[in-house]
Each structure stands twice: as C-alpha cells, then as structure tokens.
C-alpha cells in the first residue's frame, strides 16, 4: 500500500479533491459543483451545508478510485473572504454563508469611509475598506440572523471563512481555528503582530470571541473524526486561502514573480519581504507561515474573471466555453469593442463596488465574435491593470506571469494575456494548483517529502507563451480599454 495526502480546494463553484501519492503523482481526482444563489442584486450566498456536502461527495469519489492509498495528511485551500455563522454545540450554519462576490454590507461600510478610519485598517490588515472583506459581513450576519446577536454573546456562536467551517466539519466540531493567510484576508486580524485586533472588531461591530484562533498555515489544526470515506484520527497538516495555495503550489519562494488564479475572479499575488502599504490600489497580506516563518504578499484581487467568459458565453447563446473561445479565434481583433466585466462591482485597482458592466465600441459592423474576443480581452487586461500596478508598488520589472485556474486552460486568453503583458506567461499544466500547493505543504508536514524534494519534483511543468504582438498594437489596446473603464464609473456617478 502506497502513502499520500488527500488535497481538497473548495472554490466558489466546485470542490475539488486530489489524491497525491508519495512520488507526487496525481492518482485520483473529483470535481463537485457547488451552486451560488443571488437573492437580490449585488448579493451573493451559498449553503454552508451544501459546501460540506460538496467536499464529502468529492472525497467519497476520490478515496472509492484509490482506496489503496494510506492517507498521511489532508491539506486544505478554500474560497476566501467567504464567511459564516455556526451553532457551537450542534455544528449547524446559522444563516447563509455570504460569499466573497456579495456586496451586501457596502452600507455599512458608508459610515467608515474617513480617511484617519481607513489608514487605521489599511496600517494593520493592508486591506482597504471594501465589502470583500469578512468583518463588515460578520456584523451583517450577526444583525440578520435570528437570534444571532444573542447567542454570540452568550458564547454558542462561531464565527469563520470557509476553511474553519470545514475544519470543524472534519473534527465533529471539536477544532475552531483557521490559518494566517486566511485570518489576514478578514480585515480583522493585525498581520504585524498576527493577531486578532479588539480595535477592528468594535469598529466593524463583530466579536473576537467568535473568530477561530490563527495558526500557521503548516500547523497540525486538528484530526479527523470517521465520516463517509474520510477514516478516523487522520491529521489535517495544511491550510491556506485558495490564492495562497496556488502561489506556492507553482514553486514561488522569493519577490520577483507573479502568479495570477483565473477562477470566477482573479488574484494576483507576488511576494515581498514585508508587509508592503499599496499606494496604487493593491492589498498587502500574509501568503503563508510556514517551519516558524511568516511569507507577506503584495495581492490585487479582481472580482469577475472566469465568470466573464461564462456570462459571455450565456449572453451569446453559445453551448459553453470552449465556443466562445472558438468564436473570439474567428476573428483577429474586437475591431474597437470593449467589455468591462463589473458584474459585481471593479476590483483591484478602482476599489468601486457601485460600477456596473459595459459593452462599449459598438458599430454596425460588429459580430458576435467581436463581443467574444473583447471578453477575453477584458480578462487579460484586469490583469494587465494589477500587474502594472504591482511594479509601481515594488519599484521593480517583474519577470513573468504564471499562470492556474480554469480560464487558464484557454491557449487564446494566454497568448492575449503574454500580447498584453510583453512578458512571457508560464501556464501550469495542472490546473488544480491551489489544491497541489495545500497539498505538498500538508505532505511535508508528513514527511512525505522534503521542500527540497517538492521543488524540484513535485511542482508541475508549464506550458509557456511569449508575446507575438508589438508594443504598439498593445498600447492602442489598453488606450481603448482605460476610457471604456472610464465609461463605466462616468456612467455610475450619474
């Protein structure tokens, strides 16, 4: 019987689960949906409980292929900025999990927008006031709710993102805690002094006694209770944020290179030497802790990447992606036409939750196939927009971009994604690599493997694409794009 580790990554849209075996070889795999409801416009919420019944049926369908394998550890990566309540005593979700695309606590973010209160929560989260944040959601819940507010103060309730709702599932409830990278994405946790701040808590109306203690990402955060295919006293050796996750799962240990995760959304992530204050509209945060270590990233989060090219190809009538990718080749430019894809609000750099998409450059010689290459276009320079952004922040050329995710498996987004960048774009050819990053940190946790090892034999190949456009024809391009999202924030304010 050989060894390995069970890797689960639980995204916004699927759960997916690796079986990883001790040469680091991808024995088995499971892919579960997971559905996102939009009660009304601008919010965005799943069930808690189908999400644990997601990562079960994931797990059953992986350890039923390769029931030969002893599991040594399980390494998690999740959706982050994702959050919910909790019955303690039960393990119940008390309300909706809002997810991280849900924009319903903007209101109560209206009252803190003055500049001594966002240079306080930018100086100790490196994250600026948006509705991605979990703190203003954890208010939002607790209001909501019945009965949540009481029962948090008499100490019944939990509080936490996705990964300590799984680790509590995994345990029978007997293990709250989260990882670093995760607790710095809640706008409630001090990344310098790496604990849970009283100050943000009463300033965001949560309660620290709710939120689950932070733990290195290469901690031992608890073990497993038998359930289904998953066996009793098994040890959960790794957490960290999907983002995260697949920043080491490509291999990057030191500043200089970018990865970018083209899911629903995008997060390009680059690592720094310190917490690093953005002046260009970007997140400073912790990529990981690791054998006694703390990593901090420079990060731009994008709210709708992957996603564009599904609401495209739905907009388009078109039976799915892979057709609107052969419908955006039939064409060699969008002959002018730009997509913004603020279907839920700009992200990374704008920071404007109240913008709303655009189709701009109409003429009466567009076709379908213009409207197709401009979505893939849109998602490429969102990337482009946080990449320049990234260089300005840390004073240097970034060598490449590599690249995971869905989205990713398109060949056209990445050679209009290299076009754009004039930078060579290195595409995993293993797309799951936030679940592989969780994974080879939980097996060294084993000790299945060295890191030494995991470098130089685990981390996957690239398929690579350089650019074969000119600068020229580059700049026209981001020329149109700049006013088409000029277009759309003048159209909001009015």
């Given amino acids: 019987m050989t060894s390995g580790v069970l ?26 949906p997971v559905a996102v409801t939009h009660p009304q416009p601008g919010w965005a919420e799943q069930s808690g409980e189908a999400i644990w019944q997601s990562v079960q049926a994931a797990v059953d369908e992986c350890l039923r292929v390769r029931s030969d394998v002893k599991l040594a550890s ?33 209101e ?36 909501n709710v019945a009965g949540a507010r009481a029962a948090a103060k008499a100490g019944t309730v939990c509080a936490g993102t996705v990964d300590s709702w799984l680790l509590s599932k995994l345990t029978g409830g007997k293990v709250h805690a989260t990882d670093f990278s995760n607790a710095s994405r809640t706008q409630l946790f001090d990344i310098h002094r790496l604990c849970w701040d009283d100050e943000l808590a009463r300033l965001f109306d949560a309660q620290i006694a709710l939120l689950p203690q932070a733990l290195p990402s290469d901690s031992v955060f608890g073990v497993t209770v038998a359930q289904g295919a998953i066996p009793q006293g098994l040890t959960v050796g790794a957490m960290m944020g999907d983002s995260h996750a697949a920043l080491y799962g490509h291999g990057i240990r030191a500043p200089g290179a970018v990865k970018a995760t083209y899911g629903t959304g995008s997060s390009l992530m ?87 998409g655009l189709f701009t450059g109409m003429s009466l010689s567009t076709r379908p196939a213009h409207f197709a290459r401009a979505t893939l276009e849109a998602i490429a320079l ?24 869905g989205a990713s498996r398109n060949d056209l987004l990445m050679q209009i994604q290299s076009d754009v960048l004039q930078k060579p774009v290195r595409r995993s050819r293993v797309a799951e690599l936030s679940a592989i990053g969780a994974g080879i940190m939980a097996g060294i946790r084993a000790g299945l493997w060295s890191e030494e090892h995991a470098l130089s034999g685990l981390i996957t190949e690239a398929d690579v694409f350089a650019p074969t456009a000119g600068e020229s024809s580059r700049d026209r391009l981001v020329a149109g794009w700049r006013s088409a999202i000029d277009q759309a924030i003048a159209g909001t304010r009015r």
Avoid at 74 to 99: F, H, K, M, Y
Avoid at 111 to 137: C, H, I, N, S, Y
Avoid at 383 to 405: E, P, T
Wanted: with cysteine; glycine share 10%; charged share 15%.
């Fill in 270 to 356: 680059t690592l720094t030497e310190r917490p690093v204050l953005s002046r260009n509209g970007l997140s400073s945060t912790i990529a990981w802790g690791v054998g006694g270590n703390v990593a901090y990233a420079l990060e731009g989060n994008i709210s709708v990447s992957g996603q564009a090219a599904a609401f495209a190809t739905s907009l388009l009538g078109l039976p799915d992606e892979a057709a609107l990718a052969r419908l955006a080749q039939s064409v060699e430019s969008s002959d002018g036409v730009f997509f913004v894809p603020a279907l839920a609000g700009l992200g990374a750099p704008h920071w404007r939750a109240d913008v709303r």
């Fill in 7 to 32: 890797a689960i990554d639980q995204g916004t849209t699927n759960t997916k689960a690796l079986l990883i075996d001790a040469s680091g070889i991808i024995v088995a795999r499971a892919s579960v």
């Fill in 74 to 106: 399980i390494g998690i990566s999740n959706q982050r900025e994702s959050v919910l309540l909790w019955d303690r005593a039960t393990g119940d979700a008390l309300g909706p999990c809002v997810t991280w695309q849900c924009r319903r606590s903007t």
């Fill in 382 to 405: 969102q990337i482009y927009d946080v990449f320049v952004a990234m260089q300005a922040d840390r004073g240097m050329q970034l060598s490449a971009l590599s690249a995971d995710g």
């Fill in 108 to 143: 109560r973010l209206a009252p803190l927008r003055r500049p001594e209160v966002e240079t306080l929560v930018a100086g100790k989260t490196g994250l600026g006031l948006d509705p991605l944040f979990p703190a203003a959601k954890i208010g939002w819940l607790l209001d």
